[in-house]
């Protein structure tokens, strides 16, 4: 019966301390990245993205025709840090523009590499050295 009490007690203040903790900051709420600019719904002429590079591991940054660049935030299991070399953009039913929805895999070798794009954003690889040039002067 004690060792019943005992039990009791312990899982009811765990669940009070529990009911005290901070929430976890919402990172819809974080502020974003000072180079990430609009949101956008596509990057038309697919073909024309030349080159990539990873930004973290929910998002790779992409360059579209002369210097545009756009970031792809992405959901699902793939990880831009295990890609070794390449990525591929699939958009579907054809179109010649990347959209929501669409996917982008890897080349990795330890999981399925699929993700699907979840948002894009216009892209600014010089907005850094614009704010810290600001607050420096």
Not at 54 to 69: G, H, P
Not at 99 to 105: E, F, H, N, Q, Y
Request: aromatic share 6%; with cysteine; proline share 4%.
């Amino acid at each position: 019966m004690m060792k019943n009490a005992k039990f009791l007690f312990a899982a009811t203040a765990a669940a009070l301390l529990a009911g005290c903790a901070t929430p976890p900051v919402d990172t819809a709420d974080a502020k974003p990245d000072p180079r990430q600019g609009e949101e956008v719904n596509n990057i038309c002429f697919a073909q024309q993205i030349r080159n990539w590079r990873e930004n973290d591991n929910r998002s790779v940054i992409v360059e579209a025709r002369l210097n545009d660049e756009y970031k792809l935030e992405l959901i699902g299991t793939c990880n831009p840090r295990d890609a070794f070399l390449n990525i591929g953009l699939v958009s579907r039913g054809g179109s010649s523009c990347l959209s929501t929805g669409d996917k982008l895999v890897t080349d990795a070798r330890y999981n399925d590499g699929s993700c699907s794009i979840r948002r894009i954003y216009k892209w600014n690889k010089d907005a850094v050295a614009a704010v810290a040039g600001a607050t420096a002067g």
